[in-house]
């Protein structure tokens, strides 16, 4: 069964959101919310590691909304990161059987 | 589907809360039940009614005082986390001899027991941590 | 009812009260019965070095805390193995008898097996 | 010297409290003099003296308070972060049409201007983070 | 009595009310007549963002306050270079005018003219 | 003049002790304390760079010791890391001219 695994912090100040793409298995979905959209850079030392995830392991990737808006980031995310809005999280968190919270 | 959701971080000093608050809004407008939130750890400052904040940022803890009016949520505070951060209804501040008590009304302290119970019964179960 | 309830515990003891207050819930799920495993990862491994002496601070001992789990019957207690690597530690020199060594692997299917996932 | 301490952190939830505190113990032992202690942010939580914490662990707002009386120490919470987070004294409670207040009498509630004025004063500024 | 005090900024902004509340110390100290400096360092840089859009959350925007300084005279704006590199932006994109690059090297000799060094 | 920096986050887990490594100039003092003990550990990810700071760099590397004791940590540190009790730290922060408080 999947799993939805949720990041909140900035991968160029915490190892939170590498330690995720360790666990991630094909079919889950990891969501960057709040600090964790920055992870949605493709300058973030996570990049070449969340392609991977997302070409190669079969991982679903989405970054909230409202999280990259505030930051300033919508403009700038990488080609592999689809954005949902709450509507969609709370989606995601139906589809898979269980929520991980990485924080 | 039945969801319980538990919140860790304290509001107005980082994100998470409002992220809950949120996450659990869009959860009822889609007709989901929300069984029981539990704040636990620095979450418990949620529920205190003497918080004050300036008219330009969003009152958290009036947000989810009229959010649990609305759907009749079942909001809990963790009793053990709540009291040693200063967190107390009337009833415990009469019994450690406190001079006041801050726990809005809408709030139920109460134990983790609780907790595990909307564990056992929620289809999914969502933590907001700090 | 009983369901499957894995925590995952992240967090170095003491310089934060989230290891300490994830034992209580911990603790308070096991009473009521439930089916639980326990994982430690990243930080959460230095839970438990032995020799843990926090007089000073004042906080309480977590590690003689953790070693009565399994008087709760919380038995099915994991180590993330590239956790413990990375920090130069071994399974033998742990405060806590009884730990399997999980791959990132073996955690993305203990994952997969549980009810609920709690994490602190 | 004269020291100016400011932090940030909330007691019960990191250990940054509990560092200052002994900090501060330790500069006064040694006849240093602690010009000003400045709670901001988080900190602010260090005032509230309804905290019950279980009598196995440190009550962290009581050891403050017994250090500024013991020295008389200018213990102050930052008025603008503290009424956010629902840490109130009497006055700001009637203000505001609070229900309660709930800082301890051993501390000031007053603005940043009073930090700045610390640190002017101050040979060294030490900064407790959360 | 001016001091020399150096503001050291290095968590993002909106995760936490650090970035914002650090902003509110800096004005009341710049109010009081103090001789400010500046640095944005680390996570610190993406305060200076252009186009943040925080209603969402909700939130005040922190570049439109932070673009606000030089009315309370602190003009003494730094950015640690090699942390707007890491995060690949550049210095003429940021939402603030006048700031000036700094090497780690320089950083240190910016530490070393203060009087007080305050962190958020 | 020089500074006392003090880290108190893990360097396992966060990058600020990396941050300060980058700053810190000869003279200056660093002082690990709370959970930034762990960077006192010979298997951190900064071991090295810290080694260099008090060889080449000439910077003093402390640890707090109740900090130590309390994460069973005092027969594992790296033997370039000095201890210093609540009196040191006091000491330290009146022979440098500022602290630094990296969190």
New interface residues.
């Given amino acids: 069964?999947?799993?939805l695994h949720t990041v909140?912090?900035?991968p160029?100040?915490?190892?939170?959101l590498t330690?995720c793409i360790?666990?991630?298995?094909a079919g889950?979905a990891l969501l960057l919310?709040?600090?964790g959209v920055?992870g949605a850079?493709?300058?973030a030392?996570t990049a070449q590691a969340l392609k991977a995830l997302v070409n190669d392991r079969k991982v679903h990737l989405f970054a909230l909304e409202?999280?990259l808006?505030?930051?300033?980031?919508?403009?700038r995310i990488s080609d592999w990161v689809k954005v949902v809005d709450?509507?969609g999280?709370?989606q995601l968190?139906?589809e898979h059987?269980?929520?991980?919270?990485?924080? | 589907m039945k969801f319980a959701l538990a919140i860790y971080a304290a509001p107005f000093s980082v994100q998470a809360s409002q992220t809950a608050l949120h996450f659990a809004q869009t959860l009822l407008e889609q007709g989901h039940e929300v069984i029981r939130v539990f704040f636990y750890q620095d979450g418990v400052h949620t529920g205190n009614q003497l918080a004050t904040p300036p008219q330009d940022e969003q009152d958290i803890t009036q947000a989810w005082r009229a959010l649990a009016r609305a759907h009749q949520l079942d909001v809990v505070v963790c009793i053990a986390t709540a009291l040693k951060r200063g967190i107390l209804n009337e009833e415990e501040a009469q019994r450690y001899q406190q001079p006041a008590s801050n726990l809005a009304p809408e709030f139920t302290l109460s134990g983790l027991g609780q907790w595990v119970e909307a564990v056992v019964h929620a289809d999914r179960v969502v933590t907001f941590g700090a | 009812m009983s369901r499957k309830v894995l925590f995952t515990l992240r967090h170095a003891p003491y310089g934060s009260a989230i290891a300490r207050e994830a034992l209580d819930a911990l603790l308070a799920t096991a009473v009521f019965g439930q089916d639980i495993s326990v994982l430690f990862m990243d930080d959460g491994v230095f839970q438990l070095l032995p020799e843990q002496a926090p007089g000073g601070l004042p906080q309480k001992t977590l590690s003689s805390s953790l070693s009565a789990l399994p008087l709760y019957d919380v038995e099915k207690l994991y180590v993330h193995a590239p956790s413990l690597e990375a920090r130069g530690l071994t399974r033998d020199e742990l405060a806590l008898d009884g730990l399997v060594s999980l791959s990132s692997e073996d955690v993305a299917t203990l994952f997969s097996e549980q009810d609920h996932l709690l994490s602190f």
Same sequence: chains 1, 6.
Avoid: H
Wanted: hydrophobic residues 25%; proline residues 6%.
């Fill in positions: 069964m999947s799993t909140n912090k900035s160029f100040a915490q190892q939170t330690s360790n666990i991630c298995r889950d919310i709040e600090d920055y850079l493709p300058s030392p409202p999280d808006q505030a930051r300033g980031l919508n403009d709450y509507s999280f709370v968190s139906t059987k269980t929520v991980q919270s990485w924080y």
